[in-house]
């Protein structure tokens, strides 16, 4: 059995709600209890909603945000635990706007350079500009491109500088938060193929976030799905999408749009909005929307079971049946 290049155990964040004298009234739950373990060298999706908590779980995992409990063991330890530089070099993260993420006053070589020379993995302002140079080669760009500022270029190639930044420490796990998800559908695929280059070229893990489930199945080798902070369903990219079990997972594989001539099967429509994370359901999170509803799923909270080996669902509908 392979072992867990990340290990991430009842991750927990709870953002606190105050009203106008600054007394605490409530919490939003936006990650409830999230486990689940990163192979190396795979690419793991995360999808969901808006309001899902995929976003505020990448940035956990990240430490830019603390939890409220729960863990991420890297080398056998908890990264909450460690500084800040100690898995800064290991874990990078490629986020959705580049143009937010970049400087616009900083020409895009010196903001690329500047995590080079804060890090010491270069020890000069000569040596950071060769690197820098040859991280945008690696990326398709230009190295004469290196004097030039963010409003230059378009958002594809701003993409690829934010991706030459976070390579440039030599990270061994990207964490992609809707790394392609602004940008046109012929530059998305282009940047799509380039994290594959590079994960076959470098020997990257990725932790691939999305609510585009057709963009997660092109790059994945595993699939997560969450729904009001919790996970749904994980299971390997093939067998989630021939044989999904979740009514969520099956409503957002319907409504994916396929190009074709052929009668496709019918769409699930999911009705209403999803609950206020702040006031939670009681039962299953998923139940007040759910075409499969149950009457105990309004007071019973399903908990995730493996229901085929390395196949998780969390269903009243499927009890665990891994071991026999």
């Given at each position: 059995m392979k072992e867990a290049y990340l290990k991430v155990k009842n991750l927990t964040k709870h953002f606190p709600i105050s009203n106008s004298l600054f007394r605490r009234t409530g919490f939003v739950h936006a990650v409830n209890q999230v486990s689940f373990e990163l192979y190396q060298s795979e690419t793991l999706g995360i999808v969901g909603e808006s309001g899902s908590g995929k976003s505020t779980l990448g940035r956990v995992i990240m430490k830019l945000?603390?939890?409220?409990?729960?863990?991420?063991?890297?080398?056998?330890?908890?990264?909450?635990?460690?500084?800040?530089?100690?898995?800064?070099?290991?874990?990078?993260m490629v986020f959705q706007d580049p143009y937010a993420s970049l400087n616009p006053r900083m020409k895009v070589g010196d903001a690329i350079a500047e995590?080079?020379?804060a890090h010491?993995?270069?020890?000069?302002?000569?040596?950071?500009?060769?690197?820098?140079?040859?991280?945008?080669?690696?990326?398709?760009?230009?190295?004469?491109?290196y004097n030039n500022f963010p409003h230059e270029f378009s958002g594809g190639q701003r993409q690829r500088i934010s991706i030459a930044r976070a390579l440039g420490m030599a990270p061994k796990l990207l964490v992609c938060d809707e790394?392609?998800?602004?940008?046109?559908?012929?530059?998305?695929?282009?940047?799509?193929?380039?994290?594959?280059n590079l994960k076959n070229g470098m020997d990257l893990t990725y932790l691939f976030i999305s609510h585009d489930l057709a963009v997660v199945k092109y790059i994945s080798s595993r699939i997560l799905i969450m729904y009001l902070g919790e996970v749904m369903e994980l299971a390997d990219t093939e067998e989630l999408f021939s044989k999904p079990l979740h009514p969520y997972t099956q409503a957002l594989i319907s409504a994916i749009p396929e190009p074709s001539t052929?009668?496709?099967?019918?769409?699930?429509?999911?009705?209403?909005?999803?609950?206020?994370?702040?006031?939670?359901?009681?039962?299953?999170?998923?139940?007040?929307?759910c075409f499969k509803a149950m009457p105990e799923c309004v007071y019973t909270h399903p908990p995730l079971s493996e229901v085929a080996p390395q196949h998780y669902v969390r269903c009243l509908l499927y009890p665990n049946q891994a071991g026999g």
């Amino acid at each position: 059995m392979k072992e867990a290049y990340l290990k991430v155990k009842n991750l927990t964040k709870h953002f606190p709600i105050s009203n106008s004298l600054f007394r605490r009234t409530g919490f939003v739950h936006a990650v409830n209890q999230v486990s689940f373990e990163l192979y190396q060298s795979e690419t793991l999706g995360i999808v969901g909603e808006s309001g899902s908590g995929k976003s505020t779980l990448g940035r956990v995992i990240m430490k830019l945000i603390q939890p409220t409990a729960g863990e991420v063991i890297y080398k056998g330890k908890n990264i909450f635990n460690e500084p800040e530089a100690t898995i800064r070099r290991d874990m990078q993260m490629v986020f959705q706007d580049p143009y937010a993420s970049l400087n616009p006053r900083m020409k895009v070589g010196d903001a690329i350079a500047e995590p080079l020379l804060a890090h010491h993995i270069v020890t000069g302002r000569k040596e950071a500009r060769e690197k820098v140079c040859d991280l945008l080669h690696t990326v398709g760009l230009q190295p004469e491109m290196y004097n030039n500022f963010p409003h230059e270029f378009s958002g594809g190639q701003r993409q690829r500088i934010s991706i030459a930044r976070a390579l440039g420490m030599a990270p061994k796990l990207l964490v992609c938060d809707e790394a392609a998800s602004a940008l046109d559908v012929s530059v998305q695929a282009q940047i799509l193929n380039l994290f594959n280059n590079l994960k076959n070229g470098m020997d990257l893990t990725y932790l691939f976030i999305s609510h585009d489930l057709a963009v997660v199945k092109y790059i994945s080798s595993r699939i997560l799905i969450m729904y009001l902070g919790e996970v749904m369903e994980l299971a390997d990219t093939e067998e989630l999408f021939s044989k999904p079990l979740h009514p969520y997972t099956q409503a957002l594989i319907s409504a994916i749009p396929e190009p074709s001539t052929r009668r496709r099967k019918e769409r699930i429509l999911l009705e209403g909005d999803i609950p206020s994370s702040i006031n939670l359901p009681e039962g299953c999170k998923f139940q007040s929307r759910c075409f499969k509803a149950m009457p105990e799923c309004v007071y019973t909270h399903p908990p995730l079971s493996e229901v085929a080996p390395q196949h998780y669902v969390r269903c009243l509908l499927y009890p665990n049946q891994a071991g026999g």
